[in-house]
């Protein structure tokens, strides 16, 4: 009895061990990466089931992993095909932006041309109508009555006019046509510099500046010098009327940006006009109040553009002008 | 006494005609003797072309040279004129309408002795040409 006992317990631990060490091995070589194995078995009892079971759970599992490999691959290449793309379409971007360079330069010196050519080929006929209208008004003076004198006198005036416009219109191509150098610039001292060489050149009258000190800024030096030269002589001339000239060139802060401002207490003018200010040749006053060619502002404005800036303009009539600005 | 020459380079004829008026404005009577062009202008000088026969050795005073110019404009000009022995020393004024930077250094980087723009205001041209004419001709010693 004992005996059978013991064999039938060998063979069942036999039918059951050996199964269970080939579950075993096949779970490590799993594990260890080989999808390939199965553990097989003709059995058909529990133990069986479960080998199949093992081996249909295997199955699955290596499905499943070549399938996500596969969408790996595929997400792998799909990324790939669009980091091409995008590096395609740089390259493509860098190609149009040298060939956009190209055509501004391009412009630029065709701009560069026309302005040398209105400087000189403007003058020359210029210069015959100056010089001849005057040898007339010499030569011929005593067969003149003083009608034809006037006659005269108004060709020669439209002639200085006409130079002094070619002059200003050139100055303003050249403000567009330069290169622009960006640093530290200290408009205090630039000012300052203004308004002295402004009070040297017309030491007929004197004028007040209050410049305040530290105005650091950053910009074309060279340009910014330009502007506050326009905006120095337009306050100059506009306060002439003024028993005192004062104008002041100072900085305040609104909503955290600096606002440059230059300001004279001279004649002021009617904000409701003031809509075409900064286009060329814009004025609003007549020749004989005030001279100028209406340049200025515009010059002005290209600057400030060109640094990235705001410009405008406040006044009332007889309480002056103040003109606004900020720097990129 | 031999004279002193200006020679005048000038294409255009009005130019020529307000110059010479000027001169004269400031009493300035010496013989001026006007070329077209350049080429003109190293013809007279080297006694070539229209000027064949010209005693060389007859140097203007001064030259006022217009650049602007068909044929050959004065940079060219004056690049010869620098070039050759005969008239290297040649005090060369530029006159000219152009208020380009670039015409004003290439003048003198070629050799000009002075640089003058003609102001459209005819009667500040003739001051020019006056005072230009008391140095030139009477002030400054020729080479």
């Known amino acids: 009895m004992l005996l059978i006992g013991s064999l039938v317990a060998v063979a069942i631990t036999r039918a059951v061990a050996g199964p269970i060490l080939s579950l075993q091995k096949g779970a490590e070589a799993i594990a260890a990466g080989d999808l390939s194995h199965r553990v097989g078995t003709l059995a058909k009892d529990e133990v069986g089931r479960l080998s199949r079971a093992f081996d249909a759970m295997t199955d699955a599992i290596d499905r499943r992993v070549r399938e996500r490999t596969s969408e790996l691959e595929n997400a792998v290449a799909e990324r790939k095909k669009a980091e091409e793309k995008i590096q395609k379409l740089n390259q493509e971007l860098e190609a149009r932006v040298i060939e956009r ?8 010196r065709e701009l560069e041309a026309f302005a040398y050519s209105v400087s000189h080929d403007l003058r020359s006929p210029l210069r ?5 209208s005057l040898a007339l008004f010499e030569d011929y003076v005593d067969r003149l009555d003083d009608t034809g004198k006037s006659y005269l006198d108004r060709v020669r005036n439209a002639t200085m006019r006409m130079g002094r416009l070619i002059d200003d219109l050139l100055k303003l191509s050249r403000v567009t ?79 955290n940006i600096e606002v440059f401002y230059v300001k004279d207490n001279g004649v002021g003018f009617d ?44 006044s009332e009539v007889n309480k002056g002008t103040t003109v606004y600005f900020t720097l990129g | 006494m031999k004279s002193k020459i200006i020679l005048l380079v000038e294409d255009n004829p009005d130019d020529v005609q307000l110059t010479l008026r000027a001169l004269k404005k400031s009493n300035i009577l010496n013989e001026v003797v006007v070329a077209q062009d350049g080429v003109e202008a190293l013809e007279y000088l080297f006694g070539t072309g229209k000027y064949a026969g010209r005693d060389t050795k007859v140097l203007p005073q001064v030259a006022l040279l217009d650049l602007k110019m068909p044929r050959m404009d004065g940079h060219e000009a004056l690049q010869r004129i620098r070039k050759d022995e005969r008239t290297k020393l040649l005090p060369v004024v530029v006159l000219t309408t152009s208020s380009e930077d670039r015409d004003r250094i290439e003048s003198y980087s070629v ?33």
């Open chain 1, 177 to 255: 046509r330069s290169e622009m150098v960006r640093e530290k610039v200290d408009l205090s001292v630039i000012g300052k510099d203004v308004a002295g060489r402004l009070a040297e050149s017309h030491p007929e009258r004197s004028a007040e500046f209050v410049i305040v000190d530290g105005l650091i800024s950053y910009g074309d030096a060279r340009l910014l010098t330009v502007a506050l030269e326009n905006l120095f002589s337009n306050a100059w001339k506009f306060s002439e009327k003024a028993p005192r000239s004062v104008i002041e060139f100072g900085v305040l802060h609104r909503e």
């Open chain 2, 111 to 143: 050799g000009a002795n002075s640089y003058i723009r003609k102001p459209v205001d005819f009667n500040q041209f003739a001051e020019a040409v006056n005072q230009l004419g008391l140095y030139w001709l009477v002030l400054n010693e020729a080479p």
């Open chain 1, 101 to 108: 360079t190209a055509l501004l330069e391009a412009a630029n």
């Open chain 1, 271 to 314: 904000m409701a006009y003031a809509g075409k200010l900064f286009s060329p040749f814009q004025r609003l006053h007549r020749i004989e109040e005030f001279t100028g060619t209406g340049i200025g502002l515009a010059t002005v404005k290209r600057i400030i553009n060109r640094h990235g800036g705001r410009v405008w303009i406040e």
């Open chain 1, 128 to 132: 015959s109508i100056e010089g001849f």
